[in-house]
């Protein structure tokens, strides 16, 4: 028997025969879960509405309305449409069974019912669709943080920023590409502002602003030679995609920004939930922010690492 589940779980029994019913009754009664029955199509849907079940397990030949119309309709009202439908099936038919997949079931159990079985494909389901809630939860939760912390910055914005200094949420860099001391593009620069990205993502978060030197001089973006703002952006969202990965992008948000009448690359990193790896040149590194630089940890400090952030 598995442990008892802190919260009840709703579970409704559908069938139109009593024996049917007392037999998984009793299958599922020590599991801990609240259980619910219906000797009907129309009376499982009342239930459905009013006791939100998480988990159905429905007959399909019933008199009236069968399962399968039963299904239809629980899928077709967007208040019950989350439905996790399992079908009670005598028949054997892979026609009946693929019919009940498609309209919206995840799974059959087939009569006689053999009570192992039944509660092993009970709490599968459940655990699943448990997972699935959760996740969607936790991509809401990020798209919430996501919107709040991307706030659109001013120039007001931009020269608190710059008069606080460098720290471990904040780094400047004087550019996104371009080495002043060779005169020409390198990649080691645009390594420079990768590292910083992945250690604010791998972190609390932060802000890298691409324009501006080590002394907080705003030196603007001409020194990269784009042939546009809309270039520059592009390239920045390349290299992380190739570099950082797709995704990531979503916990990074670039945009150019006016500072006493030249503009800065400002990139806003959140904290990402999963681990961040800069890849290139066929090397995989962890950075994690330490002060107002980014630090590379080796294969056991970031076992720690992940360790410690995990609780």
């Known amino acids: 028997m598995n442990d008892p589940i802190p919260e009840a779980i709703r579970i409704l029994l559908v069938d139109d025969t009593p024996a049917n019913l007392d037999i998984l009754y009793r299958a599922l009664e020590d599991e801990g879960f609240e259980l619910l029955v219906a000797l009907s199509g129309e009376e499982a849907l009342e239930v459905t509405r009013a006791a939100r079940p998480s988990l159905i397990?429905?007959?399909?030949?019933?008199?009236?309305?069968?399962?399968?119309?039963?299904?239809?309709?629980?899928k077709a009202d967007p208040a019950t449409a989350?439905?996790?439908?399992?079908?009670?099936?005598?028949?054997?038919?892979?026609?009946?069974?693929?019919?009940?997949?498609?309209?919206?079931?995840?799974?059959y159990i087939d009569k006689p019912f053999e009570f192992e079985e039944v509660i092993a494909r009970?709490?599968?389901?459940?655990?699943?669709?448990q997972?699935?809630?959760?996740?969607?939860?936790?991509?809401?939760?990020?798209e919430e943080r996501a919107a709040r912390a991307f706030d659109p910055l001013d120039e007001t914005d931009l020269r608190s920023l710059?008069?606080?200094?460098?720290?471990?949420t904040l780094e400047f860099k004087s550019t996104l590409r371009w080495n002043l001391h060779t005169g020409k593009p390198g990649k080691e620069i645009e390594n420079a502002s990768l590292k910083t990205l992945a250690g604010f993502l791998?972190?609390?978060?932060?802000?890298?602003?691409?324009?501006?030197?080590?002394?907080?001089?705003?030196l603007g973006l001409e020194t990269d030679k784009f042939q546009s703002r809309d270039k520059m952006l592009l390239h920045l969202n390349n290299l992380i995609n190739a570099h950082i990965g797709l995704e990531f992008a979503e916990y990074v948000r670039a945009s150019i920004v006016q500072f006493d009448g030249t503009d800065i690359l400002a990139v806003q990193c959140i904290a990402s939930p999963n681990p961040v790896f800069f890849?290139?040149?066929?090397?995989?590194?962890f950075y994690i922010r330490a002060g107002p630089s980014s630090?590379?940890?080796?294969?056991?400090?970031?076992?720690?690492?992940?360790e410690n952030r995990k609780g």
């Open 57 to 74: 397990l429905l007959d399909i030949n019933m008199p009236g309305m069968d399962g399968f119309e039963t299904c239809r309709r629980l």
């Open 82 to 107: 989350d439905s996790v439908v399992l079908f009670l099936s005598a028949r054997g038919d892979t026609k009946d069974k693929v019919k009940g997949l498609e309209l919206g079931a995840v799974d």
């Open 122 to 129: 009970v709490h599968k389901h459940l655990d699943t669709h």
């Open 131 to 142: 997972r699935q809630e959760h996740l969607e939860a936790r991509n809401r939760e990020l």
């Open 162 to 168: 710059i008069a606080s200094g460098e720290g471990e």
């Open 202 to 218: 791998n972190s609390d978060g932060g802000v890298l602003l691409i324009g501006v030197d080590d002394e907080a001089n705003p």
């Open 279 to 285: 890849r290139r040149d066929s090397k995989e590194i």
């Open 295 to 306: 630090q590379a940890l080796s294969p056991s400090q970031l076992l720690g690492y992940l």
